[in-house]
Every structure is written in structure tokens, then in C-alpha cells.
């Protein structure tokens, strides 16, 4: 079955708009394993405007499900994570004047200083994602670094379907499905998110190499009118609608 992961980084954005400790993080995290999500993701930024350390404290301590620590390759996030040693580390690009992450990670570009940045990281067993975009020269360096995992990154492919533009949106699309193809291909592990939501999740989760949907923001946003049980129950069933 296809797993889903649910980013609950802007439950903190909402707690953090008024300083107060409402809402929290972890009680977040608990609706989503009630509501049978198989993963919490959480991006500790290097300005912390979400998710703070004391939520990802609070996550180690108290999960049941899986946390997906999203972090950039910095020594600062290196030293959290190897106190912390969560089941999964996704390293992502990161730019403090961005409103959220723009683009996937260079990996072909710092292929040798990733390797090493990612071998302790290994050792101390979290699983190392690349969040990236489809390109093969990405897919490949991902391989060979020795990550176990890349993360296709599906925010252009949900832009240009908010934009009504087709054309580019089915050649993302396109894209996508070739990428998965090659990574699993090289013995990767498939993930794919960034913009996902009701609306366009069905072509991305019928991508069959793809094992796992990290998706955050638009469920946090539908949870204000429905709930966030109700909103990650209403994803899952399109998940597995569009998986057949």
C-alpha cells in the first residue's frame, strides 16, 4: 500500500503567529496515527519559524509512527540529528527568504561533499532521503552517494495545475513518472511531495515505483473546515483510488 506521511510543520507556523503554545506539534502528531497516517514529517529550519527543538524533543519521545526529520546538510542539523537518530533524515535545500522549499537539492553539483556528509548519518541508522527533482543526472548522484531514498519533488507538476497550464503540467508529469522509473531502477526508494491536495494527488499516487506521499500544508489548511482526521482519511482514500 502506499504510505503516507503528513508534515505538521504549520501547526507550528500557526503557534508561532501568536507565541502562545497552541496548537501543539505533538498533539498534531497523535490525530494523524489516530487518523492511520504511517509517517510524521517535521523540517527543522535553521531560523526555526515552525517547528522548534523542543517539538522534535517532544516527537522522538512520544511517537509511535516513524518521524521524517526534513533538514538542510548543515553541522548544526548534522549534530541534532545524530543526538536524535531518527528513522529517516531527508536532506532538502534551504533559503531563509524563501516561504517554502523552491526546488530540489544539487546533488549531481556536491555529490562528494554529500557522501560524506551523509555516511555518519547512516551509520547511526536513520534511512538518508534526497528531496530533488526528476532529472536523472540527480536520480543517479543520489544512487551513488548512497543515499536509500530520494523524494521527487511534485511542486512544479502541482503548480502548473493550479495555473490551468496543461501542457506543462502533463510534461512535469511526465517527468516524474520517467525519474521514479530510473530510481527504482538503481535500487532507490521512491517518495514524491511538495503541493499535493485532493485535486491532483491521483496521477502522482498512481505512479506505481512510488512508496510513499509527504504531504503537509494543504492538509493542515483542510483540517481548519474539516478536521485533520477527517482530512488525512479523505487522502488516504484518494491515494488508494488512484493505486487501483
Known sequence: MLRLGVNIDHVATIRNARGTPWPDPMRAAKLVEEAGADGITAHLREDRRHIADADIDALMEGLRLPLNLEMAATAEMQTIALRHKPHAICLVPEKREERTTEGGLDVAGNDNAL???????????????????????????????????????TG?????????RIAERDAELAAIREGAALAASLGLEVHAGHGLTFDNVGPIAAIP??????????????????????AIREMRRRMDEARG
Open 115 to 153: 557522501a560524506h556528509y551523509i555516511t555518519p548519518l547512516r551509520e547511526a541508522g536513520s534511512r538518508v532521503s534526497m528531496f530533488i527533482g526528476a532529472q536523472p543526472d540527480q536520480i543517479r548522484a543520489s544512487a551513488r552517494i548512497g543515499a536509500a531514498v530520494v523524494e521527487l519533488h
Open 156 to 164: 512544479a507538476y502541482a503548480d502548473y495545475d493550479t495555473e490551468g
Open 209 to 230: 515505483e512510488i512508496r510513499e506521499l509527504n504531504i503537509g500544508h494543504f492538509l493542515i489548511a483542510e483540517s481548519v473546515f474539516i478536521g485533520l482526521p477527517a
